[in-house]
């Protein structure tokens, strides 16, 4: 690839394109979460600046959750009366006062911003696909087709760390074949812990084949050393070359670390860019690994010593979920993260404390495929792929729905019991709540319409909040102490405000399901669910789905105070921010 080619896809006319899609974006959701406030002018509104002299003015309904949906045609930018280009980097310097960006933070949310364009710019070169194509799509295909990111994250695709050529071998939209590096790690700083059934050796027989492990061993011994004296582990290229060949260049020279080549199985990045889909043999597992890349708020490493109560963890939920009649009901599974490695680098942990990225750079983890458990006519998707609208403004949710026939609050009402009802009961019966975002939620369909949901991505992301919940010993990581009256902010907040109101909105403006009816399904879904366990009767009183009103938590403001790492993951309400209330969509109905 030529110096140019790298960057064909920055034209002025792309350029102005994910620009006015992104200025559109921080004008929505920085009003819903009350950083600025767009004042009625005329047919529309204004938003000025913090200095008053520049004006942006656009036309928008407003629907549920306190939703602004912007006409991005109508939007334009004038400054002392003269007609400017809409430019998201000058929007966030106009209105830095008004977002509370500090001068350490601005100059790299700024960067975050920049590379959210760069790849928006990417995406709108290539060839479009309908949604109502994409909804016959494969996994892979409706994964790699997601153009968005996170709804409600404005600097939502940052990845810094990433060069140019780096973005086109491994960003998730690019859809580029990647092989993983392997490193054996040294027994005394390495360890390997795995569910109930499952054991080293054969584990990674099975994950690699005997030709590609008896190659592995020969470097090894090429070397004089003892395999049996190391543990093997996958790498993102990315981790290697940029840092564990120049940061853990000790652990390499010592022969803690041996490189030992690629693997012959060919992957591709999911969305959250970390994890590995494996295309090969799709049936086998998933690979997660360290990637020391700042991206929405974090450095995205993984954590060694988190690793070892991994699978026990995955274990225990899936065993919960066994066990539970309701849930079983609803059909819901997880795929576990069977088995994790990681690798603990003495001496950066002497220097560090636990949130140090330094102790995040080595570690990998193996989880379920869904495929086998598919069954004849079934197919997968992402839940994302229900907030995705293609180049023509058709969502695929709405595609889905025609698709299957059904009639569009029935569609609905099944969604919702496989995907909200286990949360209800989740967080009701066990305290129990989980980080179900789109990208966290793999959907069975058949025919457009879904059957069951899988969650994924346990381990790091459940919370028990009952303090006096009896747990075994290696899954006590999970328990948080959270306030009560921000526990159903699990639900309120994480479902409702960060995926219906955007599922709501964009079936209401495309004519397939009105507000009404689709807060009215939810509600029934809940009644329904609360009929059907009476036994929890005074839960439901105590964290009322009904109610008024609840706080609202915002997002963007907890990266734009604190782009590095926003929420300490062992106090996860800690962090909130909280801004007043929004009307409860639920509330009266």
């Not at 909804?135 to 409600?152: A, K, L, N």
């Not at 105590?542 to 590095?564: I, V, W």
Request: charge should be negative; glycine fraction near 6%.
């Amino acid at each position: 690839m030529s110096l140019a080619d790298a960057v064909a896809h920055l034209t002025p006319e792309l350029w102005d394109r994910a620009n006015r899609h992104l200025v559109r974006k921080a004008l929505a959701e920085f009003a819903h979460e009350r950083l600025i406030t767009p004042e009625p002018d005329g047919d529309g509104y204004v938003v000025r600046s913090d200095d008053g002299l520049t004006a942006y003015r656009f036309t928008a309904v407003r629907r549920a959750l306190d939703h602004w949906e912007i006409d991005a045609g109508s939007m334009s930018r004038r400054r002392n009366g003269t007609e400017l280009p809409l430019a998201a980097l000058d929007f966030v310097i106009e209105l830095k006062g008004s977002l509370g960006l500090s001068d350490e933070v601005l100059p790299v949310y700024l960067e975050e911003i920049s590379s959210t364009l760069s790849g928006t710019c990417y995406k709108l070169t290539k060839p479009p696909v309908t949604s109502a194509e994409l909804v016959r799509g494969g996994f892979q295909d409706i994964e790699t087709s997601m153009t968005e990111g996170h709804p409600c994250f404005v600097a939502n695709n940052g990845r810094l760390g990433f060069g140019i050529h780096e973005y086109l071998s491994y960003a998730p939209e690019t859809a580029s074949p990647v092989r993983l590096v392997w490193l054996a790690a040294h027994r005394s700083r390495a360890a390997f812990t795995a569910g109930a059934g499952i054991e080293y050796e054969s584990f990674l027989r099975a994950e690699l084949g005997e030709e590609t492990l008896a190659r592995f061993h020969g470097v090894l011994a090429e070397q004089g050393l003892d395999p049996a004296d190391y543990l093997l582990m996958p790498v993102h290229p990315w981790q290697w070359w940029n840092k564990l060949s120049v940061t853990f260049a000790a652990e390499v020279a010592r022969r803690h670390l041996v490189v030992l080549g690629e693997g012959d199985d060919e992957y591709l990045a999911q969305q959250s860019i970390r994890t590995f889909f494996n295309t090969s043999s799709p049936r086998k597992h998933y690979v997660k690994t360290a990637l020391s890349v700042l991206n929405m708020g974090f450095m995205r490493g993984l954590s060694a010593a988190y690793m070892e109560a991994t699978p026990a963890i995955n274990d225990w939920l899936a065993q919960l979920i066994q066990n539970d009649p309701v849930l079983k009901a609803t059909g819901l599974t997880i795929i576990r993260e069977r088995a994790a490695v990681g690798y603990r680098h003495l001496e950066y942990e002497q220097a560090t404390d636990r949130t140090s990225p330094y102790r995040k750079m080595l570690a990998a983890l193996w989880r379920e495929s869904p495929v086998p458990s598919l069954q004849d006519g079934e197919q997968l998707a992402t839940m994302a792929s229900l907030l995705h609208v293609d180049h023509e403004g058709h969502g695929f949710a709405a595609a889905l729905i025609e698709r299957s026939g059904v009639p569009a609050t029935e569609w609905l009402r099944r969604y919702l019991r496989a995907y909200y009802t286990p949360l209800l009961h989740s967080f009701y019966a066990y305290d129990l709540v989980y980080m179900p975002h789109g990208e966290n939620v793999i959907l069975v369909l058949r025919d457009g319409v879904v059957q069951r949901a899988v969650y994924k991505d346990i381990a790091e992301e459940i919370v028990v909040m009952d303090p006096d919940a009896v747990l075994p010993p290696e899954v006590r990581r999970i328990r948080a102490e959270v306030p009560d009256d921000k526990k159903l902010l699990s639900i309120f907040t994480d479902v409702f405000d960060c995926f219906f109101r955007f599922l709501a909105a964009q079936l209401a403006a495309e004519g397939v399901l009105g507000e009404d009816a689709f807060w009215d399904t939810v509600a029934e879904v809940t009644r329904e669910y609360q009929q059907a366990t009476p036994e929890l009767a005074e839960k439901f009183r105590q964290y009322d789905m009904f109610a008024p009103e609840f706080a609202l938590s915002c997002l963007n403001r907890l990266q734009l105070r604190n782009n590095k790492q926003m929420v300490d993951l062992a106090d996860p309400s800690g962090a909130l921010q909280l801004v007043g209330t929004l009307p409860n969509p639920l509330a009266g109905r």
